[in-house]
C-alpha cells in the first residue's frame, strides 16, 4: 500500500522501545507459576474490555481452583463510577481492587506482582502496557488486535484472544494455569524479549542505523547495517 502512493522503496519499522534497566534493580523475578493475581494497567474506558475482565474474575472465582483470584486495576477515567458501581452490585470487593494511576517504582511492583497481565480492548496501536509487562515478567492476555501480535507471540510470552470476550479469558487464564514450570519459562521468554527487541538501547541504535541509511543514500554511498 505505501508502494501504491508513492513512498521510498525502503520502509523501516521503529517500535516503542522500554526502559528495561529499572525493572532489572534489585533481585530477578521467579514467577511463582501459579495464578492469582491478575492486572490491568491503562485508561478506565469501557473500549478497554474492563467489564469483560471483571466478568471473567468472577467466573473463575466461582470455580474451585480460583477462588482466592484477584484482579487489580490501574488507571483512571471517565467510566469509573460505572466500574465501582458493578464491583458494588456484583459483591466483588474483595476481588476487584481499583488501585488509581502508578507511576514510577509503584508502576514496576504492580506489574512484578501480577501473575498475568490482562488487555482484552477492542483495538490498540502498540500499547505501552504490554510492553512494560515484558520486563516486568508478566505474561500477557490481550487481544488480536493493532501491533500486540508482534510483541507478544502465541504460547510464548502469553495468550492472544479474538475479541472482548469474558469466557476467551477465563480460557485462558485455564491455559496459562495448567503448567507451573510453563508459566514460569514464559515469564523469563518475556523478559528476554524485552531486552532484546524493545529496549530503548536497542531502538535507538536501530534508529541510529537507519538514519545513517536515509543520510547515505542521499550521498549514494550506503553500506546495510546489521540487523
Not at 526502559?19 to 514467577?31: C, L, S, T, W
Not at 478497554?48 to 466461582?62: C, D, I, N, P
Request: glycine share 12%; with cysteine; net charge positive.
Amino acid at each position: 500500500e505505501l508502494a501504491q502512493i508513492g513512498v521510498a522503496e525502503r520502509v523501516f519499522v521503529i517500535p516503542n522501545g522500554v526502559h528495561v534497566a529499572p525493572f532489572n534493580d534489585g533481585a530477578e523475578r521467579i514467577h511463582s507459576g501459579r495464578v492469582r493475581r491478575l492486572a490491568f494497567m491503562g485508561r478506565l474506558v469501557r473500549a478497554k474490555g474492563l467489564f469483560e475482565a471483571m466478568e471473567a474474575a468472577r467466573a473463575l472465582r466461582a470455580e474451585g481452583g480460583f477462588r482466592d483470584l484477584e484482579l487489580r486495576i490501574a488507571g483512571s477515567g471517565p467510566d469509573r463510577g460505572e466500574i465501582e458501581d458493578w464491583i458494588r452490585r456484583n459483591e466483588m470487593e474483595s476481588a476487584v481492587k481499583l488501585v488509581g494511576p502508578v507511576h514510577d517504582r509503584d508502576k514496576i511492583e504492580f506489574l512484578r506482582e501480577a501473575d498475568l497481565f490482562v488487555l482484552p480492548s477492542d483495538r490498540e496501536g502498540l500499547p505501552y502496557a504490554v510492553l512494560e509487562s515484558l520486563p516486568a515478567g508478566t505474561p500477557v492476555i490481550a487481544t488480536r488486535v493493532g501491533g500486540i501480535p508482534d510483541v507478544v507471540v502465541e504460547r510464548v510470552h502469553g495468550v492472544l484472544i479474538d475479541g472482548r470476550s469474558a469466557p476467551q479469558i477465563v480460557a485462558a487464564v485455564h491455559d496459562l494455569a495448567r503448567s507451573e514450570e510453563g508459566l514460569r519459562a514464559m515469564s523469563r521468554e518475556c523478559r528476554v524479549r524485552a531486552a532484546r527487541g524493545f529496549s530503548l538501547g536497542r531502538a535507538g541504535w536501530r534508529l541510529r542505523g537507519r538514519r545513517g541509511w536515509a543520510l547515505a543514500q542521499a550521498a549514494g554511498s550506503w553500506r546495510s547495517p546489521r540487523a
